[in-house]
């Protein structure tokens, strides 16, 4: 009789699912060789397999659990899969990409998260690169020979039919084929096991089966955030966030919010966390968080005493309020607002004492002693092309420098007339935005450099911001990039930048519920509001996330003040900031802290 073969690994290139049950201890030695030998940031998860026969060249590569790349694949980039995930032979994945659980890629895909630019000015060759990144949901099936192109995302439940070329987003649980690659049906229509209309064999209904993937998000205790695996890219599903679990994450935040600040107590002064310098900026986070969560100040000192040490900061002569160290410079110039630090600080120290009540106890005096000349010739020097975020930082700072001085009766010379005549007769009515995306960094500046702007200006003034479906469709667009958005990219920045543009939009354009791009608008903050509530850290609050800017991804007051308001925006986007039983009074609040132009506050 004769006895079957043992595999080789050329076969399990091929037909890498046999490999976890059927090879020998030297074929699983010689395929953890394989895995460390990939390079570049990975990381791969449990129970995984890389064909040796694959090119997988990545800048950063994070492989869920029980996910294989099969033979002759080729992976560049940047790619990050969820647990259970398979590309199959001959595949080509590059740029950014990110998949879901439970994603089949058919053999000979291709998922090209990037593309070139072809303006007539160059050959294409010295075209420069650009990449907003493709995203796959959960249980996904993308059969054979099939084209997904730079930008594309792919709902929950989808299945992409054998050949076609996907070049537009695709909603959750769509049946979709062609080229151009249309919407044929809705799975949830009740006709199962049709495999011919994916065209990739009967096969893969049974590999769906086997992945796992129920469909119920992460939330399998009906109530409780369940923790997203780190490096799994899971994606949250349809309804991720099911009633009652806001109120238990803002119950727990309430619960742990003194032990919380007490952490960043150095026994003088705050600091965003232990081991780090206290800064100004810490000291109204932790007044600010309090009042979110405990409705008081913190208990570090007395209300009194909050009020003295951040009233104390301001220089009288110039107004500005300086980072903890040698005393300031004075500097005379007419309009000089401050630089670095000084210029949150006309945010921050200012609401952290509007919160307290006295608010800030001296006007700025280079926003009032600037005259409507000196703006428009400050506004058209600000680097809008470059650095549009700094540019919108520049505006929040005035604006908001503005508004405290009307309080002590110093606006100035016409000094918010002409900031938003030079506003309203300069945005870009196809973008309804100031500034200009970028090849190396898309729309990140320009979006991020609109939310600080608006912020400051029509929404602390309490005035509609003009071309707001333009602003849906950029924001919407930028929160594609997966540079940005990718699972375990987002930072307190970049969501709260797209979050509070939707909302101030939509409150022009109708409800989330029924107004323009809503449903659109709703999933994009069901799918992040599932995914920041389970970073919760007991005792510790939020980690403001990675990237260059920001204080990291460790807990500290930063992040968790700004992705507590973050929370409430994609709530309220979701017509469920009710439940969280707190609503931002400081500087993220959602109401206008001045109405019109030179109004009383």
Known sequence: MDHPRQPSSRHFDHCPWLFADGATEEQRAAQREVQRAVGGDTVIGERCYVAGSAAVFPNRLRLGD??????????????????????????????????????????????????????PDRPVFRQPLTSRGIRVGDDVWIGSHVVVVDGVTIGDHCVIGAGAVVTRDVPAWSVAAGNPARVLRDRREGREGREEEAGTGAGAAASRASSGVSGTGIWPDGGRAAAVRPGTGAVPGPEAVPRGSLAVFADSARAQAGEMLERCWDGERYADRPGVAPTVRAHCDAVEIADLLLGAVPEQLSAEEHVERLSGLQDPRSGL??????????????????????????LCVGYALDLLGPGLPHPVHGVSNMTARQLGVRLSALPWRTAAWGAGAWVDSLATAAHWNLRHGEEGEGTTESLFGWLLTRVDPWTGMWGSPSSE??????????????????????LPVPYPERVVDTVLDHARDARYFGLGRENACNVLDVAHPLWLCTRQLGSAADG???????????????????????GRGFGFGPGTAGPGPEPGLQGTEMWLAIVWYLADLLGRSDELGYRPRGIHRPEAARQGIGGVG
């Not at 080729?74 to 740029?95: A, D, I, M």
């Not at 960094?441 to 309490?462: C, D, H, I, K, P």
Request: with cysteine; glycine share 12%; charged share 15%.
């Open 516 to 538: 323009y791009r809503s449903g659109e608008i709703r999933d994009w903050a069901e799918r992040q509001l599932a995914t920041v509530l389970p970073r919760w850290q007991a």
């Open 321 to 346: 309020v300086p980072e903890f160290g040698p005393p300031h410079p004075v500097v005379e110039t007419d309009g000089f607002i401050g630089e670095g630090a000084a210029l949150y600080h006309v």
């Open 66 to 119: 029980d996910s294989y790349i099969a033979a002759h694949a080729y992976v560049t980039g940047e790619l990050t899969t969820g647990s259970h995930c398979t590309l199959n032979p001959f595949t080509t994945v590059r740029g950014n990409v990110v998949l879901g659980d439970g994603v089949r890629v058919g053999a000979h895909t291709s998922l090209l998260g990037f593309n070139h630019s072809m303006a």
């Open 441 to 462: 960094e898309g729309r990140l500046q320009m979006v991020n450099g609109y939310y600080r702007l608006t912020r400051g200006s029509f929404a602390q003034f309490g």
